[in-house]
């Protein structure tokens, strides 16, 4: 089911929450909403689920106008942050419960038997009559998404799904949640301010900072090209030094360096720590190291250019590196923004 | 050995222990001692006397009466107090209370003073055929008074950690309100319900004060237990006081038991397996 937002509005009391959103979903894509707190995330997605009502706007299912379809009726299944599961149901029973009030009535043996089936498909073969307090985290994650998915729904609806989760089963879960969606090709819609679960898992990655969208697209495209020094800093580590261009020239401090823009005057140069080359000597922009630490894949380095802006940067496990060594930096790539 | 906040585990279940006994053990003992001194068939004659099954009967069907009317208006009343926001929430709030604080004999005289056949309420239902002061009615009424807190206050802190997104998920599944009520919220209200209505009830057996001013007190009609046993008590026929008595006791002991062991039932999932 392609799902469309079209000028979606919505205050709270006095706080606008959510600014004119526009999003078209593709039948069968799986789309992250990425944002920092506060960024109106959840409250699109409540919205979409019908658990909270635009005050603007339009959301289409398909071609159906299903701005004003009350959630009982939307045909969605929503997971929510904490399962929401009932604690006074086993977790077949609470699998069953969509189909047990269903309008559409289907016998007791049939239940049953798409209880298992479901079961199987989550792998929690045997779990069928533990109750939720009786499971660990990850079991409930599950559970609440079999649960989703039992009343066959057109869209599927998560909110910060591993959000309360260990690592390790976060990054099990996030892996497994993919095959799912493959499997079953269902439009699936999740929130999470975790750029790496978005990425990892999305097919496309919608950004948002206090209730707009400040871009939208693949992974490698919000990756490779970040529109905004919000996104760029959103996305990952990534470190500013101040400059000014003139004539295609970038002056940091002393030191001139090319720059390959058509910006003028002062301008902020990102970097990630990966995008620039350390050396003891030769040319550069020169740089104290304050601190170097140790991580299992290199070491990063936290080091003070002329001008006292802080920078980290990543370097090899084998390179010698110390604190109060002074030393040259090279950018190997680098996007400007203006100041 | 794990060190606890609250002193020594001997010092402090020997205090609370000595309590009890000195307290509520002792009288009631001695309550059943007194009856017990009585030979079987001389109790017999005296607690399945006419007069005293009469007072068991209005006594028990007011409280069952008063305690049904409790569970719906108390369970509503605490659903307003906890869901909605509105000017005077926290004056109600505190009006719940109030039976707890008043004596129940101005509580009584009070609610004599409205449902007389001259008084507030009892002048605009007397041209409807009802009466309520000095009949069974009145009983109820009273009941219902010094009952009511009972339930509001066991619901009220379970519904205010009831995750509002149990709703909101029942609802995505497709649940009308109706079966989010009975399957959803119901079941995980059970547990405060029986412990509220079990009180309730047990309350409104033991009333005293608030009632006796409302009932008329006519033996065979509106006469309660808890009275005929302070009239046996005022002939200076002790045994016979101790032995009614003992039937309120043991009724009363009964119905906790039994709505302890649902309560139980009802909390089956909160057991770690």
């Known amino acids: ?339 | 050995m794990k060190r606890n906040v609250l002193p020594g585990l001997p010092l402090s279940l020997g205090i609370t222990l000595f309590y009890v006994g000195l307290i509520v053990v002792l009288p009631l003992a001695a309550l059943v001692f007194k009856a017990a001194s009585l030979g079987p068939a001389e109790y017999w004659a005296i607690v399945s006397s006419p007069r005293a099954v009469a007072s068991y009967r209005v006594t028990v069907l007011s409280a069952l009466v008063a305690t049904a009317f409790n569970l719906v208006f108390g369970l509503a009343l605490a659903w307003v107090l906890v869901r909605y926001r509105f000017p005077g929430r926290r004056i109600v709030d505190a009006i719940v209370d109030l039976p707890f604080a008043l004596p129940t004999a101005v509580a009584g005289i009070a609610l004599t003073t409205l449902f007389a056949s001259n008084g507030w309420f009892g002048s605009l239902l007397a041209p409807l055929g009802i009466k309520v002061a000095y009949t069974p009615l009145g009983i109820m009424v009273a009941m219902c008074f010094t009952s009511l807190p009972f339930i509001v206050r066991t619901v009220q802190p379970v519904l205010e950690d009831l995750d509002p997104a149990l709703e909101e998920a029942a609802q995505s599944l497709g649940g009308s309100d109706r079966a989010i009520f009975l399957r959803v919220i119901l079941p995980l209200l059970m547990p405060a319900l029986l412990a509220g209505l079990s009180l309730s009830f047990a309350r409104s057996l033991g009333e005293f004060g608030a009632i006796i001013f409302i009932a008329g007190n006519q033996p065979m009609e509106t006469e309660i237990t808890a009275l005929l046993a302070f009239i046996r008590l005022e002939e200076y026929d002790y045994q016979a006081a101790a032995a009614i008595a003992s039937v309120l006791l043991i009724t009363a002991f009964l119905m906790l038991a039994a709505t302890n062991l649902l309560q139980a039932r009802a909390l089956r999932y909160t057991a770690r397996s």
């Open chain 1, 1 to 339: 089911m392609k799902i469309r937002l079209d000028q979606v509005v919505k205050t709270f009391d006095t706080f606008r929450a959510v600014h004119g959103v526009s999003l078209d979903i593709e039948s069968g894509q799986l789309v992250a909403l990425l944002g920092p707190s506060g960024s109106g995330k959840t409250t699109i997605l409540r919205m979409v689920a019908g658990l909270e009502y635009a005050d603007g706007g339009h959301i289409y299912f398909g071609d159906q106008d299903a701005t004003d379809i009350p959630v009982r009726d939307r045909g969605v299944g929503f997971v929510f942050q904490h399962y929401a599961l009932f604690p006074h149901m086993t977790v077949a029973e609470n699998i069953a419960f969509g189909m047990k009030v269903s309008k559409t009535k289907r016998s007791k043996p049939e239940i049953a038997t798409r209880v298992d089936e479901l079961l199987r498909l989550v792998k929690l073969e045997g779990l069928d009559d533990r109750f939720p307090g009786q499971i660990s985290g990850g079991q409930r994650q599950r559970v609440a998404l079999a649960r989703a998915l039992a009343v066959d729904p057109k869209v599927l609806l998560l909110d910060e799904p591993f959000g309360a989760l260990d690592a390790n089963v976060r990054r099990d879960l996030r892996r497994w949640l993919r095959e799912i969606h493959d499997e079953l090709g269902i439009t699936t819609l999740f929130v999470t301010h975790d750029q790496e679960e978005a990425l990892d898992l999305a097919d496309r990655v919608v950004i948002l900072d206090q209730g707009r969208i400040v871009q939208e697209g693949t992974p490698a495209e919000v990756c490779r090209a970040p529109n905004s020094a919000f996104v760029m800093q959103f996305l990952g580590d990534a470190n500013r030094i101040s400059a000014t261009v003139r004539d295609g020239q970038a002056y940091i401090g002393e030191t001139v360096v090319d720059a390959p823009t058509s910006l003028d005057g002062p301008i902020d140069i990102y970097l990630r720590p990966g995008d620039v080359d350390w050396r003891p000597e030769g040319d550069g922009i020169p740089a104290t190291v304050i601190r170097v630490l140790d991580r299992p894949g290199g070491r990063r380095v936290l080091a003070n250019v002329e001008g006292g802006t802080a920078l980290e940067f990543d370097v090899a496990p084998e390179m010698a590196v110390r604190s109060g060594q002074v030393g040259k930096l090279s950018i190997k790539r680098s996007r400007l923004y203006p100041a």
